[in-house]
Nanobody, 124 residues
Framework: QVQLVESGGGLVQAGGSLKLSCAAS????????MGWFRQAPGKEREFVAA????????YYADSVKGRFTIARGNAKNTVYLQMDSLKPEDTAVYYC?????????????????WGQGTQVTVSS
């Protein structure tokens, strides 16, 4: 069983930065692929970024590539999302995701564990 708790969301001006964190419980954290999704009001949930169990593979949505960076600290059971050059269209609730399979995290559907989400608001 893995529990995920996101933090770091908030209000920022366009062009600014935020760093999200996702703290995971459970001794098997290091075996899980991790990812971030987001959902804006009135829109479907969308994939943002994924990282495999040892950090050797990452994958990003085209909309955030070059601006966001996903990383993990297995010693701290935490995955991070560094968000730079933020745009108003990045405004959404951001969710942390965990699954044993990297491809499942990328796909989003059927991932084993989801956090409760943290709100990110980017003002213009």
């Amino acid at each position: 069983q893995v529990q995920l708790v996101e933090s770091g969301g908030g209000l920022v001006q366009a062009g600014g930065s935020l760093k999200l964190s996702c703290a995971a419980s459970g001794r098997t954290f290091r075996t899980y692929a991790m990812g971030w999704f987001r959902q804006a009001p009135g829109k479907e949930r969308e994939f943002v970024a994924a990282i495999n169990w040892n950090g050797g593979r990452t994958y990003y949505a085209d909309s955030v590539k070059g601006r966001f960076t996903i990383a993990r600290g297995n010693a701290k059971n935490t995955v991070y999302l560094q968000m730079d050059s933020l745009k108003p269209e990045d405004t959404a609730v951001y969710y942390c995701v965990a699954d044993l399979h990297y491809d499942t995290v990328v796909a989003g559907t059927g991932a084993d564990y989801w956090g409760q989400g943290t709100q990110v608001t980017v003002s213009s």
